[in-house]
């Protein structure tokens, strides 16, 4: 199954917004991505490489708060 960059910056952040607690996502309003980059599997599916900027609180940025995303046919297989 391919999919486009758009659908895979949505799973990364309806994915998220399920485990908000485990990643200290509060919203996904703010969440920009600083890195989208894919590769060609077999079979013509795809795996997205994706990296979140930096997170916004109260105006202030935080640091080491990126998210790095690994989704192959719509689904998250890593996230660090």
Request: charged share 20%; glycine share 8%; aromatic share 8%.
């Amino acid at each position: 199954m391919k999919v486009t960059i758009s659908e895979a910056q949505s799973v990364a952040k309806s994915f998220m917004l399920q485990n908000s607690t485990l990643l200290g996502v509060r919203s996904s309003e703010g969440i920009t991505f600083s890195r989208s980059d894919s590769s060609v599997l077999q079979e013509g599916s795809a795996e997205w490489y994706l990296t979140t900027d930096l997170q916004n609180y109260g105006g202030l940025e935080v640091y080491d708060t990126s998210i790095n995303f690994i989704i192959t046919d719509g689904k998250v297989i890593s996230c660090a």
